[in-house]
C-alpha cells in the first residue's frame, strides 16, 4: 500500500496499512528525506495508530526511522478518558533531551582558549559508558531527585531559581511517585547522577551563526555571535531500569484488559487502570532525575568557564525533553480535551500564549532545541498554533540516524573523523575514537534538511542557527 | 553446523540471534552474545559465580528477562559474565529458568565499548526449527 500526498511535506499512511489502524498515519517529510524512509518506520507510525484511544493521526516526524515500538520521531495524542499509556512511546532513555545556555562571551573571544575548555569539560564532567558521577548520595536523597527534579539541584547549590523558570515543566513533573521505583533503578542511579553517558549524548560549544526572526531571537536572548552551550543527556540507568521493570508489567496489563497489538514492545494499559498510574508515577521520577541530571552537568560547565574565562554567566535559553509522555489539553474536533501526548524522539512546541511556557516567552511561543548531528547545525525554532492545530503541540527532535552504529563503524575511523571535524574548525573529544566513528556527521540525516520541512509546514518555525565549535562525547 | 549466534544490522540499535541444539544453549548463547558486546567474551575471567533465578509465562518473556537481569549485574553490580549452566523447567504457570554465572568483576582493564540501555521487546521471539532453537533479541543502545 503506498502513502498518500496530502500536500508538500506531508504524507498520510491510510488506514489499513496494518491492520486494526484507528486513525490514519501522518508523515512530515520532504521527497529528498523520502528516498531513506524505511518501510519498517512506515509499519511502526502504522503499529501506533492500532492504539486504544489514539486522536486524529499516528504522527512521525521528518528524522523518522525505525525504533522499537514507536519508530523515533513519533508522536501519538491519546484520550485522556478511555485512551491507553504506552512505555514504548516514551522508550527506555525517559526525558533524554536538549537544554541551551548561553553566554555573552563573543566566540571570536573563546577561540583562543576552546582547546583548553573542552579539555576542561571533558576531565570535569564524566562521560562514556557507566560513568560514575561525582556525587555520594544514599537511597533517601535521591528518592527526592525523583520527586522534585531540578528543584533538588537547585536546592542543593548546583544553580539558581531562575534556572528552573526556564525548563519544560520547571524541571520537576508533580506526579512523580518515588516509592514505586525499583530497588534496581534505585541502584543504577545513584552512581549515575552527573553523568553525561555514552552514544549520542554530547556537550557542545557552539556560535549563534544565523538569525531568523529577530523578534523571537531577542526574547530568547540569543544574538548572533554569542557563545552557546548545548547539554544533551537524559535519566541515564534509572530511566533505563524503569522502562525495563514497567514493560514485564505492561505485558501481563494488555492480556488482563484484553488489548489486541501488533507488537509486543507497544504494551500499554488503559488510563486509570493500576498498571497506568504506576506507571506514569515512575515515568515521571525518571523525567525529573533527567532534569536534576542535566541542572548538576550545568552547574559544572558554570564552574569550568568561570576557571577558564572568569565568568560563569551562563543563561539558561530553554530545557526540552524529547522522549515523554505527558498529560495535556488539546482542543480535538473544536472541543477542549484531556489528551496523554507520547513524544518518541520528538519536541514540544508550544504556541505563544500558553500558560505553560515561561511568562518570558509568551509573546513568542517556547524555544524548541534541535540539535545536529555531531558537527552539523543545530537550530532553535519556536512553537506554533500550527503544532498546535495539528499535532499536539509538537515538533521534530533531531537529526535521526541514516547508518546503523555498526555501519558508521564500518564506513568511518574515529581518527579520521576527528581530523575532518578538526578541517572545519571543530574540535571534538571522546572516551574512545569508536564513538566518534559511530556519531559520524554522515551516519545521520542533515539537521538542515529535518528543520525545513518543519519550518515549511509550520509546526514550529525557524529562530537561529547555531555552528558548533566543540564538542565532548561519552 | 551453525554459528552461536550473529550480530544483524539495525538503524538505531543492535540486534543479533542465538541458536542451540538445546533450549538452555540458546538462553546462554544469547547471553554470551550480549556480554561480548560490552567486553569481548575471552577478556572475561571466571573469578565469581552467581546463582540467578527467572520466572515467566512465556518463553519470551523468560529470555526478556534473563537477559533484562544480566544487564542489570552489569550496571548494578559491575559484573561481567562469559559462562552460563542453565535448566529451564516448565510447569503450570510457564517457565522457571535456573542459572549459574560465571565471571568477574568489571575491573580497569576492561575497555567497555557501547553502553546497552535495555533489551526490548521489539522483534524478539524463541523459536524451534528444525531440531535447532533460534531467538532474537534488539538491543537499544
Not at chain 1, 512521525?60 to 508522536?75: D, Q, T
Not at chain 1, 506526579?175 to 534496581?184: L, N, P
Not at chain 1, 554522515?442 to 542557527?465: C, R
Amino acid at each position: 500500500m503506498n502513502l498518500i500526498k496530502i500536500t508538500d511535506n506531508i504524507w498520510e499512511v491510510p488506514i489499513g496499512y496494518t491492520e486494526g489502524m484507528r486513525v490514519p498515519g501522518r508523515i512530515y517529510t520532504s521527497e529528498k528525506l523520502m528516498k531513506n524512509l524505511e518501510p519498517d518506520a512506515i509499519k511502526q507510525n502504522a503499529n501506533v495508530a492500532t492504539l486504544p484511544g489514539i486522536l486524529k493521526y499516528s504522527i512521525a516526524m521528518p528524522e523518522m526511522h525505525v525504533g522499537y515500538g514507536f519508530p523515533i520521531g513519533g508522536v501519538a495524542g491519546l484520550d485522556g478518558n478511555d485512551g491507553v499509556i504506552s512505555p514504548g512511546g516514551v522508550g527506555f532513555d525517559i526525558n533524554c533531551g536538549v537544554r541551551l545556555l548561553v553566554t555573552k562571551i563573543p566566540m571570536k573571544d573563546l577561540l583562543l582558549k576552546l582547546d583548553q575548555l573542552i579539555e576542561d569539560i571533558f576531565k570535569t564532567i564524566p562521560s562514556g559508558v557507566g560513568s560514575k558521577g561525582r556525587l555520594k548520595l544514599d537511597a533517601n536523597e535521591l528518592k527526592k531527585v525523583f520527586e522534585e527534579g531540578a528543584r533538588w539541584a537547585v536546592s542543593n547549590g548546583y544553580g539558581t531559581e531562575r534556572d528552573l523558570n526556564f525548563c519544560e515543566e520547571n524541571g520537576c513533573m508533580k506526579d512523580a511517585t518515588s516509592d514505586k521505583v525499583s530497588k534496581k533503578a534505585i541502584s543504577r542511579g545513584l552512581s549515575q547522577l552527573g553523568t553525561l553517558g555514552s552514544g549520542n549524548h554530547f556537550l557542545e560549544i557552539g556560535c549563534v551563526e544565523e538569525i531568523f526572526d529577530t523578534d523571537a531571537s531577542k526574547v530568547f536572548g540569543l544574538e548572533r555571535g554569542m557563545t552557546t552551550i548545548m547539554i544533551h543527556t537524559g535519566s541515564r540507568g534509572a530511566g533505563h531500569q524503569i522502562c525495563t521493570d514497567q514493560l514485564e508489567v505492561f505485558a501481563s496489563a494488555v492480556k488482563k484488559y484484553g488489548i489486541k497489538l501488533p507488537d509486543k514492545q507497544l504494551a500499554c494499559a488503559p488510563l486509570g487502570s493500576k498498571e497506568a498510574e504506576e506507571y506514569y508515577g515512575v515515568m515521571c521520577a525518571a523525567a525529573n532525575y533527567a532534569w536534576a541530571n542535566r541542572q548538576i552537568i550545568t552547574h559544572w560547565m558554570r564552574e569550568v568557564f568561570d576557571k577558564i574565562l572568569g565568568d560563569n554567566d551562563l543563561k539558561i535559553v530553554y530545557d526540552v525533553a524529547h522522549n515523554i509522555a505527558k498529560i495535556e489539553e488539546h482542543i480535538v474536533d473544536g472541543k477542549k480535551k484531556r489528551v496523554i501526548v507520547h513524544r518518541k524522539g520528538a519536541t514540544r512546541a508550544f504556541s505563544k500564549d500558553n500558560e505553560h511556557i515561561p511568562i518570558e516567552y509568551r509573546s513568542i511561543g517556547q524555544p524548541v532545541l534541535i540539535p545536529g548531528s555531531m558537527g552539523t547545525y543545530s537550530y532553535v525554532l519556536k512553537g506554533t498554533d500550527r503544532a498546535m492545530e495539528e499535532t499536539f503541540g509538537s515538533t521534530c527532535h533531531g537529526s535521526g540516524r541514516v547508518l546503523s552504529r555498526s555501519s558508521a563503524k564500518r564506513k568511518y575511523r574515529g581518527e579520521n573523523v576527528k581530523k575532518e571535524l578538526k578541517e572545519h574548525g571543530i574540535i571534538a573529544k571522546a572516551v574512545s575514537d569508536s564513538v566518534l566513528a559511530e556519531e559520524a556527521p554522515l551516519a545521520y540525516k542533515l539537521s538542515d534538511d529535518i528543520v525545513d520541512v518543519v519550518d515549511s509546514v509550520g509546526i514550529s518555525k525557524k529562530v537561529a542557527k547555531i555552528r558548533p565549535y566543540g564538542v565532548v562525547k561519552g | 553446523m551453525y554459528d552461536n549466534y550473529i550480530y544483524l544490522d539495525h538503524t538505531a540499535d543492535v540486534k543479533f540471534k542465538a541458536y542451540g541444539k538445546t533450549l538452555e544453549d540458546c538462553f546462554a548463547n544469547a547471553a554470551k552474545a550480549m556480554f561480548n558486546l560490552i567486553v569481548p567474551l575471552n577478556k572475561i575471567n571466571i573469578e565469581l559465580r552467581q546463582n540467578i533465578k527467572i520466572k515467566a509465562e512465556n518463553l519470551d518473556f523468560l529470555l526478556y528477562k534473563w537477559l533484562s537481569e544480566l544487564l542489570y549485574l552489569f550496571y548494578g553490580e559491575n559484573k561481567l559474565f562469559s559462562e552460563f549452566e542453565i535448566s529451564i523447567i516448565r510447569d503450570k504457570d510457564g517457565y522457571t529458568l535456573d542459572s549459574i554465572l560465571y565471571g568477574e568483576s568489571v575491573k580497569d582493564t576492561h575497555y567497555i565499548d557501547i553502553e546497552i540501555k535495555a533489551v526490548t521487546l521489539h522483534d524478539l521471539y524463541v523459536k524451534r526449527d528444525n531440531n535447532i532453537y533460534t531467538c532474537q533479541v534488539v538491543l537499544d543502545v
